[in-house]
């Protein structure tokens, strides 16, 4: 439970000028069905599931964050315990007991991984308070047969160790900094460095990889059923100054989309945000192979260009003429010979464009569909920008159900901010101030052609 002192923004009135409006425009670039959200209270959870898992502590592992105790299921697959499964483990909880010596607060409270479901006849999602995790999303083919569509674990377990960010809200500063700092009102920051000498996805853990509360909960017996987490970052995590409040709320509309909202306040110091939510899609099933066939439109007409450790130069450049232009549907793989030849190193696609907005608010910006099963994906978002991967590192990763990810067998569309912003002035500012309120609005949209 929340301390009383943790005041829960109204999704309401911080959304005032996304008042519900259905505008059903086909074309990209247009206005989406605006997010209205209630408010509720907590109600029912359910447990891990223990079969065929290693537990200790009878399912339970005691520790400390800070002053905070943390409770939560070890659920490792007892088949996937390998040495450097057990390696990552033993550092992981190498620094909790760290914390748990070098705290002795009494009375701490108790923070505990959970899991979350609901949905409705076409969709059925499952969360979880590990990073505020989409663990899975259910949704209907052309045939009404229901499918897993986003990749991740059956468990808790590999989630911890894993790095491939499979559903979760990464932050404080999403995608890259360069050389891991910057220097903000005179003072240069140093950040964790975990890709190379930059910080990616804020840092070796980053907010996919804290366990959160549930701030609110009113999934049952509403007309707009929703979830909201929160997560307070303190000050001099992962380098960052200043302490911040996160919230997170997933919320289903229709019985189709699912919207989330993401805000955060910064607390006592000026500080950059940049949040996204890090599902990787893959519409056949997320066992069902490669997405390259996937066909995908975006709404944009410009990316930002890389240099070879794929950090922005601070130059904006048009995709037109390259394989790197997706602005009619196109299939997914049908330039990536050429991509491939042009970038031989990075094994697929791994962009941030600029998105083209026609409107302020929340717009259309990407559609995927597979034709095999005829589902079809819209992501709607206010975001100045979106990151496009395809899955590049995936090499032989135990996933849900025993199956194994290979390359290019998911595809990312992760609305956020331009990375490296902060070493950037030309680029959108992510500073935030206390007194100011960083806003992130997206909603996907789940259809079938029959």
Known sequence: MMTSSLVVPSLVSSHSHLKRRRHEASNLGFPCASL????????????????????????????????LEVNFFLAVPSEDISLANLKSLMVFFFFFALSFFASSTLGAKRKIVEFYEFGSPLMHVNISTWGATIQSIRVPDSKGKLADVVLGFDGIGPYITDNNYFGGIVGRVANKIGNAEFTLNGTTYHLFRNDGNDSFHGGNRGFNKVIWEVAEDRRYNVSVPFITFHYRSSDGEQGFPGAVDVFVTYEMYEENELSVHMIATPVDKPTPINLAQHICWNLGGHDSGSVLHHKLQISASRMTQVDD??????????????????????????????????????????????????????????????????????????????RLETGNLLDHVRGKGGHYYEKHSGLCLATQGFPDAVNHPNFPSQVYSPGQTYHHDLLYRFTAKI
Do not use: W
């Open 36 to 67: 209205v959200a209630t408010r509720g209270v907590i109600t029912s959870t359910f447990a891990a599931q223990k079969d065929n898992y290693l537990l200790t502590e009878e399912g339970k592992l005691y520790a400390m964050e800070g002053s």
């Open 309 to 386: 450790r794929s950090l922005p130069t601070g130059k904006i450049v048009p995709v037109h003429g390259t394989p790197f232009d997706f602005r009619s549907p196109t299939e997914v793989g049908s330039r990536i010979s050429k991509l491939l030849a042009q970038q031989p190193d990075v094994g697929g696609y791994d962009v941030n464009y600029v998105l083209d907005r026609k409107f302020e608010g929340t717009y259309k910006m990407a559609e995927v569909e597979d034709r095999r099963s005829g589902r079809v994906l819209e992501i709607c978002s206010d975001a100045p920008a979106m």
